[in-house]
C-alpha cells in the first residue's frame, strides 16, 4: 500500500482529484469555505464554476487547469456548488461528467497505474498471468463483486457476466474495459460526495456565482423537457413486450404481475390517462374497480410514496420472461420507453 | 367437504402436532447467523401473518414457536440494522444470495396424474398445473393441489447440481459458504451465505440469475466465431473442456445434437434443410466434437440457444433478486406438509432422500378420513390411492393429508 502511494503524484491528484489521497491533500490544506471569496481563491473558483458549467452544458468535463494546485482545490468546490443547487438530476449530470472525463484520461494511463487506481477503489484486481485469451490481451483479472457493482449499469450485451469468462470468482479484463469500469466507480462515487446533508453558508461572492448557475442549469433543463415525449399516445409504436400483454388484456385474457406492472406504467409514462388505464382493465373476469384504481394509481404517483414509476428495463424484463418477439429496434434498445420514442422518430 | 366442527378439529390437530413438535425438537434448532439482525415472520393456521419480529436469543424463538404453533416460519435473507422497524425504516445492511429451485418450475409427466386444480370464479376443474386463464371463464385464481412426489423432486436436484457448479466453478464461492436444504413441500432451497455476496444489491443479484440461468447469452462472445457480413457462416465452435459457459454451451449442444431426432430439431425452428444435414453429420459428430458444415448462423443460434438450456440452473429469478426476501427457517416444519426443511449434503447430495429424511414425526398412528388422494410415498412406505375412506396412517403421512386438505379428523 505505501508504495503504492508513493507512486501517486500531485499531477495524479490533480487528474484524479477524487482520490483518497487527493482529498487528504485538500484537508490538509485546512481551507475554509468563508475564506472562498478572497482574491486567492480567485482562480480556483473560476475553475470550479467550469466545471459546474461543462457539466451542464454537455455533460462532460473536457478543459483542464495546469495549475495542480488549482485543478485538485476546484473538485471539492464543484461538489458544493452542485451541493448547493441541489437538484438530483443535475447531481447525476455533474457526476457522469466527471466519471467521462476520468475515463478520457484513465485509458492513456499505463497497466501500474490503473492497478493502483483500482485498489485505491478496494478493488479485488490482479494482473492476469495468463495475459492472452483467444488472441486478446486480458491483462487484468478482478473480482465479479467489483465487475458487477458498476458493469450493471453499463449498456450492452458484452458487459453482462454471462457474456464474460469467469473463473472462480475472477473476471478477466482489458485495459480499456478496466478503465471503464473504474470511471463508473467514479460515477458512483461522485453521486455520493454530492449528497451531503449539511450544506455551510457560502459567502456572498460565491453564492452569487451559484444563483447564476442555477440559472443556467434552469434554462438548459427547460430547454431538455420540450423533447419529451409527445402528447398523442401511438399505440403502433409500442415495443413488443407492451404490444402484446397490451393485446391480450384486450382480449379480456390475464397476463402475470410483472406484465401488468410493465403494461401500466408504459401507459402512464406515455400519457395515458389513469381512467382510460383502469378502463382496459374492465375485460378482466375478475375486474375489481377499487383494487384496480388503487394499483393505478400508485403507479402513477398519485398516491403513498407520490413516485410515477417507470416500466422495467429491457434486460430485467427478460429475466422475468416479458421480453418477447424482439425486432430490429429492440437491439439498439434498452429500455420500453426509449423503443417507443426512437419509433416514434422512425415515423 | 366436511361440517365446521370436523374442519375445526382438524385444524386443532394439526396445531398442536406443530406444537408438540417446536416443543420437542426447539432444542435442535438452529437459528440462523447473526439471529438479531434478521426479521421473523409467521404465517398462522386461525389465517393472518405476523412479520417484523425480532429476536435476539434462540430462546426468545422457539419459546414463541411453542406458544404460536404457526403454520410457517420465515426469516429475512436480509440483515437489518432495525429488523423489527417498517420496511423504510430497517436500515438494510446486506443480504444472502438465496436461490429457490422449485418442481413446480419444472414440468414432469406425472403432474397430470396428482396435480389438480379448480377455478375460484367458475369451478371448473383440471389435471396438472394451472393454466394461465381458465378455458372456461378466463378467470385467474386457482385453488391448486400439487402434490409430493419422488418424480418430480429428482430433476429439481439435477437443477441443484448444476447450479453448485456455477457456485463454486465461476463464481469461486466456497463449499463452506454454502448451504442446500430441502424445503419441505416441492424443491430446494440454495443460500449462500458470505461477506463476499452480502453487499450485492438487486441488480448485481440479477446478473447472477441471469448467469445460472443462461439468459442474454450471446454465442459471439462465447466461442462461436461468426466471419462475413454479406454471407455470415460460424467459422469455429467453443471446446467441450473450455471453461465457464464456453465449456457448458460446447456440451449442451452436443448433448442436444447426438441425441435429436427430426421432431426435436423441428422444435427449435430449424429448417429441413439445415435438419438434413444435421442428421447426415451425426455420426461423425459423435465420433468427435466439431463444427458441423453446412449450418447457417440462424441454425446455430437456435441449437446453442437448447444448448444452453440444458446447462443453465432453473431457478425462481424473484427469490434470488429480492433483497428482502422472507424465506422458511431450516428445521421448522412445512404448513402444507408437516415436514421439516431439511439440510441436504453438498456431496452426496444425489443419495439424499428428501422424502424420507424431511419426516418429522416418526411416532404414532392416526385414523383418519381421506376424501382423495393420489398415491405417495414417505420413508420406506407408500400409501395411497384414497377415495372417501377412514384410514389408519402413521403420523406423518396422515399429517400430510391434512396439511393438504385432502382428509379430515372425524
Ligand atoms: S427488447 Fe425491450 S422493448 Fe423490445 S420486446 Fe424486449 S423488453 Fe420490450
Ligand atoms: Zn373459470
Ligand atoms: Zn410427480
Keep these: 500500500m505505501l508504495m503504492e502511494r508513493m507512486i501517486l503524484t500531485k499531477e495524479d491528484l490533480a487528474k484524479y482529484p477524487f482520490l483518497r489521497e487527493a482529498a487528504e491533500y485538500v484537508e490538509d490544506l485546512g481551507l475554509k469555505v468563508e475564506d472562498l471569496d478572497d482574491f486567492a481563491y480567485e482562480q480556483v473558483i473560476n475553475r470550479a464554476e467550469e466545471r459546474v458549467q461543462e457539466a451542464i452544458l454537455y455533460a462532460i468535463i473536457t478543459k483542464r487547469s495546469y495549475n495542480n494546485d488549482v485543478e485538485i482545490l476546484s473538485f471539492p468546490i464543484a461538489i458544493l456548488i452542485i451541493s448547493t443547487i441541489g437538484d438530483n438530476f443535475l447531481k447525476r449530470r455533474y457526476a457522469l461528467a466527471e466519471a467521462k472525463r476520468a475515463y478520457n484520461l484513465l485509458k492513456l494511463e499505463n497497466e501500474e497505474k490503473i492497478l493502483i487506481m483500482a485498489k485505491n477503489f478496494n478493488w479485488i484486481i490482479s494482473f492476469n498471468d495468463k495475459g492472452v485469451i483467444e488472441g486478446l490481451p486480458y491483462k487484468f483479472s478482478i473480482h465479479f463483486i467489483n465487475y458487477l457493482k458498476n458493469a450493471t449499469s453499463i449498456k450492452g450485451e458484452k458487459w453482462k457476466l454471462i457474456n464474460r469468462i469467469l473463473i472462480e470468482g475472477n473476471v478477466p479484463l482489458m485495459k480499456g474495459e478496466v478503465a471503464r469500469l473504474l470511471a463508473e466507480e467514479v460515477r458512483r462515487y461522485v453521486e455520493k460526495k454530492l449528497d451531503v446533508k449539511e450544506l455551510p453558508n457560502l459567502p456572498m461572492g460565491l453564492a452569487r456565482r451559484v444563483e447564476m448557475l442555477r440559472a443556467l442549469f434552469t434554462r438548459e433543463e427547460g430547454k431538455a423537457s420540450l423533447e419529451e415525449v409527445p402528447k398523442a399516445v401511438v399505440t403502433s409504436a409500442f415495443p413488443p413486450c407492451v404490444r402484446a400483454s397490451y393485446e391480450m388484456t384486450l382480449l379480456g385474457k390475464h397476463i402475470p404481475h410483472v406484465s401488468r406492472f410493465t403494461l401500466t406504467s408504459f401507459l402512464i409514462n406515455v400519457g395515458v390517462p389513469v381512467d382510460k388505464v383502469i378502463d382496459l382493465f374492465r375485460n378482466l373476469s375478475d375486474f375489481n374497480e377499487r383494487m384496480t384504481r388503487y394499483q393505478v394509481e400508485h403507479i402513477a404517483g398519485e398516491r403513498g410514496s407520490r413516485v410515477r414509476y417507470i416500466p422495467p428495463k429491457c434486460s430485467t424484463l427478460r429475466t422475468y420472461g416479458v421480453c418477447v418477439n424482439v425486432d430490429e429496434i429492440c437491439k439498439v434498445v434498452q429500455h420500453p420507453l426509449s423503443y417507443y420514442k426512437k419509433k416514434l422518430q422512425l415515423k | ?410
Design chain 2, 1 to 410: 367437504m366436511g361440517d365446521l366442527s370436523s374442519l375445526s378439529r382438524t385444524l386443532e390437530f394439526i396445531k398442536g402436532k406443530f406444537a408438540e413438535y417446536y416443543e420437542r425438537a426447539s432444542s435442535k434448532l438452529k437459528p440462523p447467523s447473526s439471529l438479531e439482525r434478521r426479521e421473523l415472520g409467521f404465517s398462522l393456521f386461525e389465517g393472518g401473518i405476523i412479520r417484523h419480529k425480532r429476536f435476539t436469543s434462540l430462546d426468545g424463538l422457539t419459546s414463541t414457536l411453542k406458544a404460536l404453533a404457526p403454520s410457517d416460519v420465515y426469516y429475512s435473507c436480509a440483515y437489518y440494522e432495525r429488523p423489527d422497524a417498517t420496511m423504510e425504516e430497517k436500515g438494510w445492511l446486506g443480504a444472502d444470495l438465496t436461490f429457490d429451485i422449485d418442481a413446480d418450475r419444472i414440468r414432469t409427466a406425472c403432474e397430470k396424474a396428482h396435480d389438480s386444480w379448480v377455478c375460484t370464479s367458475c369451478g371448473a376443474a383440471g389435471r396438472g398445473v394451472a393454466p394461465g386463464a381458465c378455458p372456461t371463464c378466463n378467470g385467474s385464481k386457482f385453488e391448486e393441489t400439487t402434490w409430493l412426489c419422488d418424480v418430480c423432486l429428482e430433476p429439481a436436484k439435477a437443477e441443484v447440481l448444476k447450479l453448485l457448479e456455477f457456485l463454486v466453478d465461476d463464481l469461486g464461492l466456497s463449499e463452506d459458504d454454502i448451504d442446500v436444504y430441502f424445503s419441505g413441500h416441492r424443491g430446494y432451497h440454495v443460500h449462500v451465505e458470505s461477506d463476499v455476496v452480502r453487499g450485492l444489491d438487486a441488480e448485481a443479484r440479477r446478473e447472477v440469475v441471469d448467469y445460472v440461468m443462461g439468459i442474454g447469452l450471446d454465442i459471439r462472445l462465447h466461442g462461436f466465431e461468426i466471419r462475413g457480413t454479406r454471407r455470415p457462416r460460424v467459422v469455429s465452435c467453443p471446446k467441450l473442456d473450455d471453461v465457464g459457459w464456453r465449456g457448458r454451451l460446447a456440451k449442451g449442444v452436443y448433448e442436444f445434437l447426438s441425441i435429436a431426432t427430426r421432431e426435436s430439431l423441428e422444435g427449435i425452428g430449424l429448417r429441413d434443410k439445415v435438419i438434413d444435414i444435421i442428421l447426415a453429420q451425426r455420426d461423425q459428430l459423435l465420433k468427435g466434437w466439431g463444427l458441423l458444415k453446412g449450418v447457417d448462423v440462424n441454425g446455430w443460434r437456435r441449437i446453442a440457444k437448447k444448448g444452453a438450456e440444458l446447462r443453465s440452473a432453473n431457478v425462481d429469478p424473484v427469490v434470488t433478486t429480492d433483497v428482502h426476501r422472507l424465506i422458511r427457517l431450516a428445521g421448522t416444519l412445512h404448513g402444507k406438509t408437516a415436514l421439516r426443511k431439511v439440510k441436504a449434503p453438498l456431496s452426496g447430495i444425489e443419495g439424499f432422500d428428501p422424502l424420507k429424511e424431511a419426516v418429522a414425526f416418526e411416532r404414532g398412528e392416526v385414523t383418519i378420513f381421506v376424501y382423495e388422494a393420489p398415491e405417495f410415498r414417505l420413508g420406506e412406505r407408500t400409501y395411497g390411492p384414497f377415495k372417501e375412506k377412514m384410514v389408519e396412517l402413521p403420523t406423518a403421512a396422515a399429517l400430510i393429508l391434512l396439511c393438504k386438505g385432502v382428509a379430515i379428523v372425524r
